[in-house]
């Protein structure tokens, strides 16, 4: 062979494009000239268009739909109500949290805009003539928006078709309105704990009702066929194959007479793991027409009736020494559902992973406990860009060590650093219950500590204290510092299933024969750029360049069954599918080579791209020269081809973490906040694509930006929701838009095959409390304990006027 | 209700065809024309996905009437690259600096980008932003695309200047 022509063991790594290489995105190909295949690019023949009738009530009872005037249209083919639903029993479908939902309100409306008729028409002009032109009458009745109240006495009954129920999905419920209770911990011992601490510090940290809201909203295109009996829906699914499992369980098609597709997602960020009535209703309009119906939500219906999240009001209380070690924590929540438990969590889960609120620190005793209550609000209650609950729980923690940190007069860094867990105690076992897989906390501060100079921060804010003392600034320097843990990936399917479907997930390789591949998994992007970096871990298990491998998700026809894409799961869970089934591949190929070389497979070793014989790397045969061979040798003992399939049933949960620092400026007379400056340190364990992981980071922080300075879904109090457009719901611009400053520490998961834990979510859960830890911090020595979310203009200022700093 | 006949070029080709008057401009090019690269993202003409080129202004396509559009210049994110096909420098450097994720609001973005670099040629960062602040993205946090813009500007300066 010559010489020269042999690439080097470094170039051939690098042609791979594999593990930790910034490698380009193979979608933006695409995507930049405008040939992406979002679900409203879908045109069929014949389609018709969907449109709801929407309550302009938060509770009232649905007297009489009249749609004569709206049949008599142009253009308008059907309106279908809760009663055309009733024969075939759809009136009302399953929701993930083991509740039914509503598909058309049944007699009752329970929220400000739920879907009351479904408008079938030509296109959308014809189907919005329609939804003008249906009559509807409704008797208005007490509405409950208030979480505090809906458990009172005299409440109005929401769920009248839970009427008598005492036990729900999740154990007994105490009140009518009531959905269930979940605790964990030891709460007797938590509470002698807090009884003896020198210090105990207790807050109600509310963290408002907020929206996922992707730029693109929900929607699908339902196809029924009625020659071969295949009902197909494309939609903006985050787990295709659980939503084909539904489907068939609630309209007993048979589940092979269903498929469903995702095609490109613009974005989910949780919006579009739940099902809705749009989805069923658009199925039942193209079975009842013979033509496929096309249901598209517009921003208003996406932000004021599809999947809210958050709205949970938390009692914290730790207790510390006085030199501020802590020893104990409670939680009590009030968690806020709306009118339906339509919550996207692990079935035994209803409170997600919020037992995760122990956060990075060592704390010998805990306890939390859930209670769910419906309200009439919008239903939901998903884990926008988090895993289950855990941003809820991260805000608490960290907001909550920043109240005992004034209340002991010491530095939030330092009061951190005393209590985080130590390296040598992972893995952990924290008092909740979680077992920690790996980290090193500690390295991790100090370098954010370092990198952005805390110790002169803080010299420089007692400047700019003193300054406004004398009145030479009127702006407030604030500090915020958060060190989150997130738990991700789920999970283990001994305790994670979602409706009796554990949370697996899996992948399928098949090589070619010229020794390219395609692999499809059961997850879907919705902008993760999976084609891109699970091509990248397959190229490093097989050795085949990233850009000869096509990625494909989100067709169930043809991906295996896998439990989707949110909660950070797809690295931790199909990542590891990918990785195992590549190795049974290589398992393969390396009795090929050894055949091909007449050596036994005992005596090759894998080199990047090929199998070698020991001590004689000179004879060789690449993976692609395998690859050949698998299809044209008859190999004895071995079947031909180049296929494996793996379903990855991860052992424990991954555990992301950070330190993330804030600095800002606020104006106390007009409350405008400066983003100065923050800092994020990200630990994702391995780093698959550190450009994409950068890129994660950088949108996860704007959404917490969004979350922590103005987003926020209200209703008032005859229940009319607020918020509810982008009119008033805040999503930042550019301009609102800092620079960030992103770092990293890498501890790989020890249970994970490549030891990638996962990153999409970690920015939204350590950066909501470092941005409201730098905005209370502003106020600290003003004796400021704690002021909620959002942080906009005119609340800071509230909070400025609250402790008299306004003129 | 009564259809009126529209007329305009896009992307270079004169198109023609039949709508009714309340017809939206997005409507009538991704449904009429079947040209699916600008999106709709919201109801409010807040988001700019539906950004196109109109007579050699940004425009909102979701807040424009087809009739509006009567004999005008359409360019959407279809007519950005050159004809032979060669990408446009802010393309290219939106893939080569991760500016996009999802995609959705991409083509938008690109839009709008390439009719700022035309108001401002060399603009900085703040300009940037300022410049695209009608334009949401939900995935990106703007940061490689603020860089993007000013990547392709640089490219699209200094291949001006050796042409001089
Ligand atoms: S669709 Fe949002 S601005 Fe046009
Ligand atoms: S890339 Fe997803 S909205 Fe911008």
Same mark, same amino acid.
């Given at each position: 062979?010559?010489?020269?022509?042999?690439?080097?063991?470094?170039?051939?790594?690098?042609?791979?494009?594999?593990?930790?290489?910034?490698?380009?995105?193979?979608?933006?190909?695409?995507?930049?000239?405008?040939?992406?295949?979002?679900?409203?690019?879908?045109?069929?023949?014949?389609?018709?268009?969907?449109?709801?009738?929407?309550?302009?009530?938060?509770?009232?009872?649905?007297?009489?739909?009249?749609?004569?005037?709206?049949?008599?249209?142009?253009?308008?083919?059907?309106?279908?109500?809760?009663?055309?639903?009733?024969?075939?029993?759809?009136?009302?479908?399953?929701?993930?949290?083991?509740?039914?939902?509503?598909?058309?309100?049944?007699?009752?409306?329970?929220?400000?805009?739920?879907?009351?008729?479904?408008?079938?028409?030509?296109?959308?002009?014809?189907?919005?003539?329609?939804?003008?032109?249906?009559?509807?009458?409704?008797?208005?009745?007490?509405?409950?928006?208030?979480?505090?109240?809906?458990?009172?006495?005299?409440?109005?009954?929401?769920?009248?078709?839970?009427?008598?129920?005492?036990?729900?999905?999740?154990?007994?419920?105490?009140?009518?309105?009531?959905?269930?209770?979940?605790?964990?911990?030891?709460?007797?011992?938590?509470?002698?704990?807090?009884?003896?601490?020198?210090?105990?510090?207790?807050?109600?940290?509310?963290?408002?009702?907020?929206?996922?809201?992707?730029?693109?909203?929900?929607?699908?295109?339902?196809?029924?066929?009625?020659?071969?009996?295949?009902?197909?829906?494309?939609? @903006?699914?985050? #787990? &295709?194959?659980? !939503?084909?499992?539904?489907? *068939?369980?609630?309209?007993?098609? =048979?589940?092979?007479? $269903?498929?469903?597709?995702?095609?490109?997602?613009?974005?989910?960020?949780?919006?579009?793991?739940?099902?809705?009535?749009?989805?069923?209703?658009?199925?039942?309009?193209?079975?009842?027409?013979?033509?496929?119906?096309?249901?598209?939500?517009?921003?208003?219906?996406?932000?004021?009736?599809?999947?809210?999240?958050?709205?949970?009001?938390?009692?914290?209380?730790?207790?510390?020494?006085?030199?501020?070690?802590?020893?104990?924590?409670?939680?009590?929540?009030?968690?806020?559902?709306?009118?339906?438990?339509?919550?996207?969590?692990?079935?035994?889960?209803?409170?997600?992973?919020?037992?995760?609120?122990?956060?990075?620190?060592?704390?010998?005793?805990?306890?939390?406990?859930?209670?769910?209550?419906? @309200?009439?609000? #919008? &239903?939901?209650? !998903?884990?926008?860009?988090? *895993?289950?609950?855990?941003?809820? =729980?991260?805000?608490? $923690?960290?907001?909550?060590?920043?109240?005992?940190?004034?209340?002991?007069?010491?530095?939030?860094?330092?009061?951190?650093?005393?209590?985080?867990?130590?390296?040598?105690?992972?893995?952990?076992?924290?008092?909740?219950?979680?077992?920690?897989?790996?980290?090193?906390?500690?390295?991790?501060?100090?370098?954010?500590?370092?990198?952005?100079?805390?110790?002169?921060?803080?010299?420089?804010?007692?400047?700019?204290?003193?300054?406004?003392?004398?009145?030479?600034?009127?702006?407030?320097?604030?500090?915020?510092?958060?060190?989150?843990?997130?738990?991700?990936?789920?999970?283990?399917?001994?305790?994670?299933?979602?409706?009796?479907?554990?949370?697996?997930?899996?992948?399928?390789?098949?090589?070619?024969? @010229?020794?390219? #591949?395609?692999?499809?998994?059961?997850?879907?992007?919705?902008?993760?750029?999976?084609?891109?970096?699970?091509?990248?871990?397959?190229?490093?298990?097989?050795?085949?360049?990233?850009?000869?491998?096509?990625?494909?998700?989100?067709?169930?026809?043809?991906?295996?069954?896998?439990?989707?894409?949110?909660?950070?799961?797809?690295?931790?869970?199909?990542?590891?599918?990918?990785?195992?089934?590549?190795?049974?591949?290589?398992?393969?190929?390396?009795?090929?080579?050894?055949?091909?070389?007449?050596?036994?497979?005992?005596?090759?070793?894998?080199?990047?791209?090929?199998?070698?014989?020991?001590?004689?790397?000179?004879?060789?045969?690449?993976?692609?020269?395998?690859?050949?061979?698998?299809?044209?040798?008859?190999?004895?003992?071995?079947?031909?081809?180049?296929?494996?399939?793996?379903?990855?049933?991860?052992?424990?949960?991954?555990?992301?973490?950070?330190?993330?620092?804030?600095?800002?400026?606020?104006?106390?007379?007009?409350?405008?906040?400066?983003?100065?400056?923050?800092?994020?340190?990200?630990?994702?364990?391995?780093?698959?694509?550190?450009?994409?992981?950068?890129?994660?980071?950088?949108?996860?922080?704007?959404?917490?930006?969004?979350?922590?300075?103005?987003?926020?879904?209200?209703?008032?109090?005859?229940?009319?929701?607020?918020?509810?457009?982008?009119?008033?719901?805040?999503?930042?611009?550019?301009?609102?838009?800092?620079?960030?400053?992103?770092?990293?520490?890498?501890?790989?998961?020890?249970?994970?095959?490549?030891?990638?834990?996962?990153?999409?979510?970690?920015?939204?859960?350590?950066?909501?409390?470092?941005?409201?830890?730098?905005?209370?911090?502003?106020?600290?020595?003003?004796?400021?304990?704690?002021?909620?979310?959002?942080?906009?203009?005119?609340?800071?200022?509230?909070?400025?006027?609250?402790?008299?700093?306004?003129? | 209700?009564?259809?009126?006949?529209?007329?305009?070029?896009?992307?270079?080709?004169?198109?023609?065809?039949?709508?009714?008057?309340?017809?939206?401009?997005?409507?009538?090019?991704?449904?009429?024309?079947?040209?699916?690269?600008?999106?709709?993202?919201?109801?409010?003409?807040?988001?700019?996905?539906?950004?196109?080129?109109?007579?050699?202004?940004?425009?909102?396509?979701?807040?424009?009437?087809?009739?509006?559009?009567?004999?005008?210049?359409?360019?959407?994110?279809?007519?950005?690259?050159?004809?032979?096909?060669?990408?446009?420098?802010?393309?290219?450097?939106?893939?080569?600096?991760?500016?996009?994720?999802?995609?959705?609001?991409?083509?938008?973005?690109?839009?709008?980008?390439?009719?700022?670099?035309?108001?401002?040629?060399?603009?900085?960062?703040?300009?940037?932003?300022?410049?695209?602040?009608?334009?949401?993205?939900?995935?990106?946090?703007?940061?490689?695309?603020?860089?993007?813009?000013?990547?392709?500007?640089?490219?699209?300066?200094?291949?001006?200047?050796?042409?001089?």
């Amino acid at each position: 062979m010559n010489e020269q022509s042999t690439p080097t063991s470094a170039e051939r790594v690098e042609k791979l494009q594999g593990l930790g290489s910034s490698r380009k995105r193979v979608e933006d190909v695409r995507f930049t000239q405008g040939k992406g295949n979002y679900v409203d690019d879908i045109k069929l023949p014949g389609m018709l268009f969907g449109d709801f009738v929407r309550s302009p009530y938060g509770h009232a009872r649905v007297k009489k739909i009249d749609a004569e005037a709206a049949l008599a249209a142009p253009g308008v083919l059907a309106v279908i109500t809760a009663e055309d639903l009733k024969p075939l029993n759809l009136h009302y479908m399953p929701t993930l949290a083991g509740d039914v939902q509503a598909v058309l309100a049944d007699e009752k409306v329970l929220f400000q805009n739920q879907e009351v008729a479904f408008v079938v028409a030509e296109d959308r002009y014809a189907a919005a003539d329609g939804v003008e032109l249906v009559e509807v009458e409704y008797e208005g009745l007490p509405v409950v928006v208030d979480a505090f109240k809906a458990m009172d006495d005299d409440a109005p009954v929401l769920r009248e078709d839970l009427e008598g129920k005492t036990e729900g999905a999740h154990g007994p419920r105490k009140h009518h309105n009531h959905i269930f209770h979940w605790e964990v911990g030891d709460q007797a011992g938590t509470e002698k704990a807090l009884e003896e601490a020198d210090v105990v510090v207790e807050e109600l940290i509310t963290y408002p009702r907020s929206h996922p809201s992707p730029i693109e909203t929900c929607g699908c295109v339902a196809s029924m066929d009625k020659v071969n009996g295949k009902l197909t829906i494309w939609g @903006t699914f985050q #787990a &295709p194959h659980a !939503v084909r499992t539904v489907a *068939s369980l609630i309209t007993n098609i =048979a589940e092979h007479n $269903i498929r469903i597709v995702s095609p490109d997602i613009g974005g989910g960020f949780g919006n579009k793991v739940g099902v809705y009535p749009g989805y069923i209703c658009a199925a039942v309009a193209s079975i009842v027409t013979g033509q496929p119906v096309k249901w598209i939500e517009d921003k208003i219906e996406n932000l004021t009736a599809t999947a809210f999240a958050r709205d949970y009001h938390m009692t914290g209380k730790i207790g510390a020494t006085k030199d501020g070690r802590i020893t104990a924590l409670s939680c009590n929540v009030l968690a806020d559902h709306g009118a339906f438990d339509a919550c996207a969590d692990p079935t035994k889960f209803p409170a997600g992973f919020f037992s995760i609120c122990t956060g990075s620190y060592d704390i010998p005793i805990a306890y939390a406990g859930v209670d769910g209550v419906y @309200t009439n609000k #919008a &239903p939901g209650g !998903v884990a926008y860009r988090c *895993s289950f609950r855990v941003t809820e =729980a991260a805000y608490m $923690i960290e907001r909550m060590v920043d109240v005992l940190a004034r209340k002991l007069d010491m530095d939030p860094a330092e009061l951190r650093t005393k209590n985080l867990i130590k390296k040598e105690q992972f893995p952990y076992t924290s008092a909740l219950g979680w077992e920690y897989d790996s980290g090193d906390y500690q390295t991790a501060m100090t370098k954010a500590l370092e990198t952005v100079g805390y110790t002169a921060l803080r010299e420089e804010q007692a400047a700019n204290r003193k300054a406004f003392e004398a009145g030479e600034t009127r702006s407030l320097m604030g500090i915020g510092v958060a060190f989150f843990t997130e738990i991700v990936g789920a999970g283990p399917v001994k305790n994670c299933d979602i409706l009796g479907l554990g949370m697996f997930d899996s992948c399928e390789i098949r090589i070619h024969p @010229t020794g390219s #591949a395609i692999a499809r998994l059961g997850t879907i992007s919705q902008g993760q750029g999976h084609a891109t970096t699970f091509a990248q871990i397959l190229a490093s298990e097989i050795g085949i360049p990233a850009e000869d491998i096509t990625i494909e998700e989100g067709d169930t026809d043809t991906a295996p069954y896998g439990l989707g894409t949110y909660g950070s799961r797809s690295t931790p869970v199909a990542g590891a599918a990918t990785a195992m089934a590549g190795r049974k591949i290589r398992a393969k190929a390396q009795m090929i080579a050894a055949y091909l070389l007449e050596v036994h497979d005992n005596d090759l070793e894998w080199d990047i791209d090929r199998f070698q014989v020991k001590g004689n790397p000179e004879r060789s045969k690449t993976m692609k020269e395998i690859a050949f061979a698998s299809y044209n040798q008859a190999i004895p003992g071995l079947e031909p081809g180049l296929e494996a399939v793996s379903y990855y049933d991860p052992p424990n949960m991954t555990y992301p973490y950070g330190a993330y620092i804030c600095v800002l400026d606020v104006d106390v007379d007009t409350g405008v906040i400066d983003v100065r400056r923050f800092y994020a340190l990200d630990d994702c364990g391995t780093r698959i694509n550190p450009m994409i992981i950068e890129g994660q980071v950088h949108g996860g922080l704007t959404e917490a930006l969004a979350i922590s300075m103005g987003q926020e879904i209200t209703y008032d109090e005859t229940g009319n929701v607020h918020g509810g457009s982008l009119l008033d719901f805040f999503l930042p611009t550019a301009v609102e838009t800092p620079v960030w400053e992103t770092d990293h520490t890498e501890t790989p998961s020890p249970h994970h095959p490549i030891g990638a834990k996962g990153v999409g979510e970690s920015p939204n859960v350590g950066g909501v409390p470092a941005f409201s830890n730098a905005v209370n911090d502003a106020f600290a020595h003003f004796g400021l304990t704690h002021t909620g979310m959002p942080h906009d203009h005119w609340r800071v200022w509230k909070t400025a006027q609250g402790l008299g700093l306004t003129g | 209700m009564a259809k009126i006949h529209v007329k305009m070029t896009v992307n270079g080709r004169e198109v023609e065809g039949l709508a009714e008057p309340r017809t939206l401009l997005i409507h009538f090019l991704r449904e009429d024309l079947g040209i699916t690269g600008p999106h709709i993202g919201c109801d409010t003409s807040h988001c700019g996905a539906c950004t196109v080129d109109l007579d050699g202004k940004s425009v909102k396509s979701c807040t424009v009437f087809v009739g509006q559009a009567e004999g005008a210049d359409v360019t959407t994110i279809e007519g950005i690259a050159a004809a032979d096909g060669t990408l446009h420098p802010l393309q290219e450097a939106f893939r080569e600096h991760h500016g996009l994720q999802c995609g959705f609001c991409t083509p938008g973005m690109i839009t709008r980008a390439h009719r700022l670099l035309q108001e401002n040629p060399n603009p900085s960062d703040a300009e940037i932003r300022m410049g695209i602040s009608g334009n949401l993205c939900r995935c990106t946090g703007y940061q490689n695309i603020v860089k993007a813009i000013r990547v392709a500007a640089d490219e699209i300066n200094s291949a001006r200047e050796a042409a001089e």
